[in-house]
């Protein structure tokens, strides 16, 4: 049902310029915070709730989000957005420390 009603929009054209800039700039931080994820969940010298913490809250944040295809938006806008900034803190501070400890050597 969705797909018919996403194909439909599609034949009709109906996606403004401005929505289409916002699905791209989603697309591309959602790619981003995922990217990051990965990056330290290959880090196996953390301890493993460490390393998979901000991949669990990134993963977390889209489940969130695609509720709103089932109108839940009060609970995705709740929790997705704090999943997503809590899920790039996270892991950039395991990048900072992996880089400040290959600094030192």
């Known amino acids: 049902m969705l797909e018919a009603s996403l194909s439909a929009w599609l034949a009709e054209g109906r996606f403004t310029a401005v929505e289409l800039l916002a699905i791209g700039f989603v697309a591309v931080v959602g790619g981003g915070v995922l990217v990051q994820a990965g990056r330290v969940a290959r880090m ?4 493993i709730w460490r390393r998979l913490l901000p991949l669990a809250l990134a993963l977390l944040g889209v489940a969130t989000s695609l509720l709103r295809a089932e ?3 009060l609970v995705a806008a709740l929790i997705a957005l704090p999943c997503y900034v809590a899920s790039v803190l996270f892991a950039q501070a395991e990048i900072h420390r992996e880089d400040d400890e290959a600094l030192r050597g």
């Open 44 to 47: 196996h010298e953390l301890v």
């Open 71 to 73: 109108d839940v938006v």
